[in-house]
């Protein structure tokens, strides 16, 4: 069982900054894929983000140049940068991890004003 803890989302305007956190109960080594998905209403549930466990680094086009997830071993947790900010990126962030088995927080709110 993997419990998995995100934070950091809000309201910001458009082009403001936020960053995400995701606090995992595990060595995040263990994971051989850590990511965001969002999901904004009416919309499917769709990857933002990912990171595997060589450091490969995937990105949707929508947020290319302006979002960047890294992690930090020491403190089993991954975040998302989010810089440059649209409306368009309003949506509940999702944290999600992998090990041959998937696990998904609960989701962090993000809006973003005009």
């Known amino acids: 069982q993997v419990q998995l803890v995100e934070s950091g989302g809000g309201l910001v305007q458009a082009g403001g900054s936020l960053r995400l956190s995701c606090a995992a109960s595990r060595s995040i080594f263990s994971f051989n894929v850590m990511g965001w998905y969002r999901q904004a209403p009416g919309k499917q549930r769709e990857l933002v983000a990912s990171i595997t466990r060589d450091d490969r680094l995937n990105y949707a086009d929508s947020v290319k140049g302006r979002f960047t997830i890294s992690r930090d071993n020491a403190k089993n947790t991954v975040y998302l940068q989010m810089d440059s900010l649209k409306p368009e990126d309003t949506a509940v962030y999702y944290c999600?991890?992998?090990?041959?088995?998937?696990?998904w927080g609960q989701g962090t709110q993000v809006t973003v004003s005009s």
């Open positions: 999600r991890v992998s090990n041959g088995y998937l696990y």
